[in-house]
């Protein structure tokens, strides 16, 4: 998307077309892992190609917006409800993070530095005002600019939904604010809903999904069945996880989400919570259990002092890897506009 800097953003309804087609073509409903879409960079091809492709897969990779809704027709779908948040490391933090406050400034700066396959360094920054707007860049040269030219865009309803979620969880009502990081991008999932809500959605989905395919010329891919037991309770916590990660990287620098990220990765049922050392500062390292992950593996290292993100590590089943790291920080627009970043 960098070479194509002529090309309009697509809308919302593209975006909500490329998601119910992508989600689709990436085999849910079994678990998948959800990417960020700052994660990727994206190889050279003709426009519509790159275009399509681009758009459809920083959707999906950015959201968590599965086709699945839940469980059998005569029984309730599972309500997600917290595993009850004792006083883990993770809780521990978040109430230390909270306390401590956001520091001064009126919007949030993340720099991550991705290497991929070819381990060669990727940076992509990314401010999140306080009142909403994002501004986007691939060198601080490009991010003053647009900053400077006021080239923001509104935060995505997603983005609104998962950062309130993480505030949500921050101000105790961790149960409720675990339902709202699941169903942020959408709830085909079924989660909380009756059996009648529940096959409503999946109808909806499936339909979504079809229409979607109708419109670009592809093969209607045959309907499938809904997801019960241990795989649903993948499917829900990978939902979760992902949700929630992208809350972080959104705003990671904002306390208070940063906060409400920790107490709902707290109740993630196995996340192993390790400890280690980055650059001579003590971390935690944050492992969910590959079952939610389709058999990848994810490890995020935050600091284990104020929680922000330090890097993360990804392998897929087939044994790639990326690594990603990632700076966050206060600032205040005006100083990113005069180039002090």
């Given at each position: ?12 309804e ?30 050279k091809a ?14 999906v ?46 919007a ?41 030219k ?18 949500l ?20 999932l ?28 592809k ?51 196995d ?6 050392t ?8 944050l ?22 993100p ?32």
């Amino acid at each position: 998307m960098k070479n194509l800097r002529d090309v309009p953003s697509p809308g919302p309804e593209a975006y909500d077309r490329a998601r119910a087609a992508l989600r689709t073509a990436m085999g849910e409903p079994v678990a998948t892992v959800v990417r960020p879409k700052r994660w990727f960079s994206w190889p050279k091809a003709g426009v519509a190609a790159v275009g399509a492709a681009a758009v459809a897969a920083a959707v999906v990779l950015a959201t968590t917006s599965g086709s699945v809704p839940a469980g059998p027709s005569d029984a309730a779908p599972p309500a997600a409800e917290a595993p009850r948040a004792v006083e883990t490391p993770l809780v521990k933090l978040a109430s230390a993070v909270k306390a401590a406050g956001t520091q001064p400034g009126d919007a949030s700066l993340i720099v991550n530095t991705k290497f991929g396959l070819d381990n060669k360094p990727d940076l992509y920054y990314t401010i999140y005002t306080d009142k909403g707007e994002q501004f986007t860049g691939d060198s601080e040269k490009s991010l003053v600019n647009a900053v400077a030219k006021g080239q923001g865009e509104p935060a995505t309803p997603y983005d609104g939904k998962v950062l309130a979620a993480a505030r949500l969880a921050a101000n105790g009502d961790v149960d409720k604010a675990r339902i709202a990081m699941i169903t942020a991008g959408n709830n085909a999932l079924g989660v909380g809903l009756s059996p009648a809500e529940a096959d409503k959605a999946w109808a909806d989905a499936q339909a979504e999904t079809a229409e979607m395919f109708r419109k670009i010329g592809k093969p209607v891919p045959a309907p499938r069945p809904r997801p019960t037991g241990k795989e649903l309770e993948n499917l829900i916590d990978n939902h979760l996880w992902s949700n929630t990660e992208h809350a972080l990287f959104a705003n990671a620098a904002d306390a208070e989400v940063r906060a409400g990220v920790l107490k709902l990765y707290a109740t993630i049922p196995d996340m192993i919570v390790g400890k280690t050392t980055v650059d001579g500062q003590a971390a935690l390292t944050l492992t969910p259990p590959p079952a939610i992950l389709g058999g990848s593996a994810d490890v995020l290292t935050i600091n284990a002092g104020n929680g922000l993100p330090i890097r993360e590590e990804i392998k897929s089943e087939t044994g790639q890897r990326w690594v990603v790291n990632y700076q966050s920080s206060r600032v205040t627009l005006a100083d990113v506009a005069a180039g002090k970043i």
